[in-house]
């Protein structure tokens, strides 16, 4: 096994191990919807099973690049810049994560370098340490905008990779930062790729995205937890067609191309989502119990706007405290992994529990901090 493979740290994981063996624990901890794949996808899928199940295009089953532009096209405004979206703007990969590491293998040599926020999804840096290249963190945003750290730092990489709304804050960029970030990484000649899993989760406001603002941009979808289908790992690049030529041979090495069934159930999810809409009221629901019960224990935290994260500072080690949390009853993950800045914070994910059991949880973290 190659070194840097070797080295890897799949920390988070611990904390799923440790809970999966308290019966009682209450799972605020991985980023999982609590609601299941619709049963009229379901249906489909099984109707579906019925007919051959070959191999189909390394891009995907023409059909979903549809479906998937049609999703993208009731955005507030369509990435990237310039492009006007048609099925060959897309590709098809095994959930989110194949179509991040694809651009990372496409687009990065060992020598390059990528710009993350400060705090991120931590498999970000995962993706980059397997495919060699280097990475950084810095905060984004602050009250005056795109701050100089992040200016600085764009300007000396290849690379920056954003989310929004983000795992784990909940933040959803407004137009004015998305804007501005965009036109930043396209005059610093910096590709930008935005990762807009959770856009369908928006609270207050709307998603924008900042690719709209760039030109050398790619977004990244998928219809897991938008449409609670995690476990049928679906998701997608849309980009110019020329980067989308050398994302194909990555994906040909990888998979070949992606489960037939997988896809034709995510056209029927994707073009019949009433229930992605009924899935944000009850997480809206879920988000404003957490934001009072957080307050009213006088906790720092930024209120999430979006996806179903929250992450408070509770003023103490955040791997101990977890660890000792899990043999109280509540699971919850870690702050550190995800940045530098977060060693005092903790995720706290209401998508995966209900509000009776999250009440539950924040209870047991109440007594705690009290």
């Known amino acids: 096994m190659r070194k840097r493979v070797g080295d890897l740290s799949l920390s988070i994981r611990k904390i799923s191990e440790k809970a999966n063996k308290h019966e009682d624990c ?24 019925s007919k051959e199940q070959s191999y189909t295009s390394l891009y995907g089953i023409r059909e979903l690049r549809k479906a998937i532009t049609e999703g993208e096209n009731r955005k507030e405004a369509v990435g990237p810049m310039g492009i006007d979206l048609d099925p060959e703007d897309v590709m098809v990969t095994v959930g989110a994560t194949q179509a991040l590491y694809t651009v990372f293998a496409s687009m990065l040599s060992t020598d390059d370098k990528v710009v993350l926020d400060d705090p991120c999804w931590v498999p970000y840096q995962t993706i980059s340490e397997v495919n060699g290249n280097s990475w950084e963190q810095v905060d984004f945003f602050d009250c005056d905008g795109l701050t100089d750290g992040a200016k600085e730092a764009i300007d000396g990489a290849e690379m920056v990779v954003v989310n929004t709304p983000t795992n784990p804050t909940g933040h959803v960029m407004t137009r004015e930062e998305a804007r501005e970030l965009g036109e930043y990484a396209d005059d610093a000649g910096t590709l930008l790729v935005s990762d807009e899993v959770y856009h369908r989760f928006v609270y207050d406001g709307k998603h924008y995205s900042p690719t709209a603002y760039c030109e050398n941009s790619i977004v990244v979808g998928s219809v897991s937890k938008s449409h609670a289908m995690t476990g049928w790992r679906i998701g997608w690049l849309v980009a110019h067609k020329e980067p989308i030529e050398d994302f194909k041979k990555v994906s040909r090495a990888m998979i070949g191309c992606p489960p037939r069934i997988n896809q034709l159930a995510s056209i029927h999810a994707i073009r ?13 629901k879920r988000r404003d119990i957490v934001d009072r019960r957080l307050e009213d224990m006088g906790l720092e935290f930024k209120e999430p706007q979006g996806s179903f994260y929250v992450f408070p500072d509770v003023g103490r080690y955040s791997w101990s405290f977890c660890l000792d949390m899990i043999e109280k009853g509540v699971a919850m993950v870690p702050g550190e992994p995800f ?12 998508g995966s529990a209900t509000e009776k059991e999250i009440n539950r949880g924040l209870d047991i973290l109440e007594e705690e901090i009290s």
Do not use: W
Not at 26 to 47: C, H, M, N, W
């Open 26 to 49: 209450v799972r605020l901890d991985i980023g999982q919807p609590s609601f299941d794949t619709p049963e009229y996808v379901k249906e489909k899928a099984k109707e579906e099973l």
């Open 272 to 284: 019949n989502d009433k229930h992605v809409d009924e899935m944000r009221s009850v997480y809206r």
């Open 339 to 350: 940045g530098p800045g977060s060693k005092e914070n903790v995720r706290i994910c209401f």
